[in-house]
């Protein structure tokens, strides 16, 4: 006789993801495109890490084929892994960040970045985007590991970075011999130079290119947050990249750094605090992105407010704009920006990505919205819509769920039950 395995609660005690050649997921509530109303009681057919089939009603086992895999999720609420296009997985904001840098080796580094992608996976987010690493080589090689199955984390879309000297995204708050250790080589000065820097990026395999158009809170100097990079550089940077298949991510706080960062033909906008009238007729434009990092916001002004480790530098230019990133955000989002989810995690800690969503409810967003963002947006912006964002016959299986219905209430995002990627089981 043919016999089939049950999945059941008793997964959660296994140390090791769990993979079968078919699965059957029995969905009470199946959102399989974000946008789209949710089904009831479907089964999704996984073969080989990719979905198979969705099929109405609850099928046996042996409907999808010898030994299937049953997982009952009968009660929960299931739809695509959520994606966050903006972390910094080697780090985490603190008071003892300094210390940190000097005391801790790249190895060490390394470990911790581990131990920070599996926190963001189990909390349901199965894609990111990187976006700046005191050592990509070894982002780099974090993202190559996973991808390979050597380690439990995240699809790792990883940024190269490049900046302006004195810039946001350069070195700074150390002694000059250490700005010196410490300074990339792909901290630039001029287009041609922007150019070589951008070329060198992608020549060590950086994803995409994260670029610092304006200031930046957490720069330990009173450089502000208006535009750093000039127009010429901002050009030379995107124009690069393009022409090496990579799309560019610019951070931006000052209306003016997001309007040369979009004219110069950039992605995805970062942050995007003090975007005006004009950024708006830009995005709708061109298309770009904005990845409104409200939790990164939040998390600042709150420091600023209660700690004493930030600088009196760092701490002016937290609560300002931490103080008016949610009534920018929601100005941008009820004009029809496209948005992107992503946090910024690293400002905030690890495996808490989901209180973003919770940010952007505030501001005004709708579930089904926020849901897209971190969705199909997400996918479209890395260019996976062909294989993420929604569950559909062919896509890879990403999949997680809830106890009850993200769309009734956000907040249950906070609490996922269930996260399946590439096929694998790792929580249940």
Not at 110 to 135: C, E, I, N, P, W
Request: charged share 25%.
């Amino acid at each position: 006789m043919k016999k089939y395995k049950l999945l059941t609660l008793a997964l959660a005690s296994l140390s090791m993801p769990v993979l079968a050649d078919t699965q059957v997921i029995h969905a009470g509530t199946l959102l399989t495109v974000p946008g789209e109303k949710p089904l009831k009681e479907q089964s999704v057919i996984i073969k080989d890490g990719r979905i198979e089939a969705v099929k109405a009603g609850f099928i046996s086992a042996s409907e999808a084929g010898q030994d299937a895999t049953l997982i009952d999720l009968k009660d929960s609420f299931v739809m695509p892994g959520l994606m966050d296009m903006h972390v910094h997985l080697q780090g985490e904001l603190g008071p003892h960040n300094d210390s940190e840098r000097l005391r801790m080796s790249d190895a060490d580094v390394a470990m911790q970045s581990a131990h920070f992608a599996k926190k963001t996976l189990l909390a349901g987010f199965t894609t990111v985007r990187d976006l700046g690493a005191q050592s990509p080589q070894h982002i780099y090689a974090l993202r190559d590991a996973i991808a390979k199955g050597w380690l439990d984390g995240p699809r790792i879309v990883a940024s190269g970075g490049v900046a302006v000297t004195g810039g946001h995204g350069d070195v700074d708050g150390m002694r000059h011999d250490l700005l010196e250790k410490y300074t990339s080589k792909t901290i630039c000065d001029g287009p041609f130079d922007c150019r070589r820097a951008t070329r060198r990026a992608i020549k060590f395999n950086a994803d995409v290119i994260k670029i610092t158009s304006t200031g930046g809170v957490l720069s330990d100097t009173n450089t502000g947050t208006g535009q750093q990079m000039a127009d010429d550089e901002l050009k030379e940077v995107v124009e690069s990249a393009h022409a090496l298949g990579r799309k560019v991510a610019s951070h931006a706080h000052a209306a003016e750094g997001i309007n040369a960062a979009l004219r110069a033909g950039v992605d995805s906008i970062e942050h995007g605090s003090y975007a005006d009238k004009e950024s708006i007729k830009l995005f709708r434009k061109t298309g770009a992105y904005l990845v409104p990092t409200l939790l990164a916001g939040d998390t600042v002004k709150q420091m600023a407010e209660k700690s004493n480790f930030m600088s009196d530098a760092i701490k002016a230019k937290a609560v300002r704009v931490g103080g008016d990133m949610m009534t920018n955000f929601a100005r941008s989002y009820n004009a029809g920006v496209k948005i992107a989810f992503g946090t910024d995690s690293g400002v905030s800690r690890h495996g808490i990505n989901a209180q973003e969503a919770v940010l952007m409810a505030q501001a005004g967003m709708t579930p089904m919205d926020v849901l897209e963002s971190a969705t199909i947006n997400a996918a479209d912006l890395i260019d996976r819509s062909s294989d993420l964002g929604t569950l559909e016959a062919g896509k890879i299986a990403d999949i997680i769920a809830t106890g009850g219905s993200p769309l009734s209430d956000i907040k249950e995002l906070l609490d996922v039950d269930f996260v399946m990627k590439d096929g694998k089981v790792y929580k249940h």
